[in-house]
């Protein structure tokens, strides 16, 4: 189509719970054009961190569903069920700067101590750590390390420390379009969307970096992954919001980079809920590839007249800045 451009590096990241549905298709288009949009590199990542989860013959599904649709990406897809090493060193990297420290709190243990102190988390709300397990100020490394537990990030000590150096501002991804100088990971920019402050301290707490069961979580894995693949565009649901506040504080303490964000709108179920596996979504028809895309692409707000090509310009005329390096096709 036309030569990939090191500057930019965006990437779908299903997990293997199931088919594609329509959302699904709705993200995976979204940064497949964006990529194109900027003749960068699209990659697929197959986020299977969560083996529990994991559906056997999903990740066949997904790929085949992706084929069918055009969506090709520009490498092999790697899998996160492959990189528990590279996690397990950032883990500690953290665990070395006192930032990571083991939890031994059930998830029913804090909505027990969370509701005696008069706080019901909403429905779908994240469950605020009260910070039970951390470590009291000064104790270190020489704590003792529970045979079963969870691992959880010191947002407070992380906010109490955090002083960003010359060298993690230039880790900062070239044409970040943030509306101040802050590198407080708490105010961020969407380029759809537009400013965010999001107080992971007081809406979220200490998060689990990896669970009891030994699984690695989605925010480290998603964290260091896009690191590692060179990731500068993350293009993805706005059901993830909330999540991106964390990850750039998880950016910041491991010293790297911050991609620019995209959160695209959202498929809705009969109920006004976000459409997904987990409320009967079903399968994408990808054996009419045109009449699905062109559904996506109207959530997306475009037109989507011709064939999947023709749609980049239109997609760049929305959501790239003339800086950007954009330039028309001619299809």
Not at 28 to 46: K, N
Not at 104 to 129: A, E, F, K, M, N
Request: aromatic share 8%; hydrophobic share 40%.
């Amino acid at each position: 189509m036309h030569a990939a451009a090191p500057s930019y590096v965006g990437r779908f990241a299903p997990s293997p719970t199931g088919p594609l549905h329509a959302g699904s298709v709705v993200a995976a288009l979204a940064s497949w054009l964006d990529a194109r949009a900027h003749r960068g590199r699209w990659l697929v990542r197959i986020e299977d961190v969560d083996v529990p989860r994991t559906v056997p013959g999903a990740v066949d599904t997904i790929l085949r569903q992706l084929s069918e649709l055009g969506l090709l990406p520009d490498d092999t897809p790697v899998f996160q069920s492959n990189r528990s090493a590279l996690y397990e060193q950032a883990l500690q990297q953290l665990r070395d700067r006192a930032l990571a420290y083991p939890c031994t709190c059930s998830r029913t243990q804090i909505l027990s101590l969370l509701q005696s102190r008069g706080r019901r988390p909403d429905r779908h709300g994240d469950l605020v750590y009260p910070g039970t397990c951390r470590p009291p100020a000064g104790a270190g490394r020489t704590q003792s390390i529970p045979i079963s537990c969870s691992w959880r990030f010191s947002v407070h000590d992380f906010k109490e420390k955090s002083e960003i150096s010359d060298i993690e501002k230039d880790f900062i991804a070239i044409e970040r379009e943030l509306k101040n100088s802050s590198f407080d990971p708490d105010h961020w920019s969407d380029r759809r969307l537009g400013s965010f402050k999001h107080d992971t301290v007081h809406e979220v707490g200490d998060f689990v970096l990896k669970r009891a069961d030994g699984c690695y979580t989605y925010q480290l894995a998603v964290v260091v992954d896009d690191a590692a693949q060179g990731v500068t565009d993350v293009v993805r649901g706005a059901d993830l919001v909330d999540n991106t506040g964390r990850q750039i504080a998880l950016q910041r303490a491991l010293g790297l980079p911050t991609p620019r964000y995209l959160h695209t709108p959202l498929v809705l179920a009969a109920d006004g809920q976000k459409l997904s596996k987990q409320n009967g979504a079903t399968p994408v028809d990808t054996s009419r590839p045109l009449a699905a895309l062109r559904a996506a692409a109207q959530v997306l707000g475009l037109q989507a007249h011709g064939e999947l090509a023709s749609w980049v310009n239109e997609w760049a005329s929305m959501h790239m800045s003339p800086r950007s390096g954009f330039v028309q096709f001619a299809w």
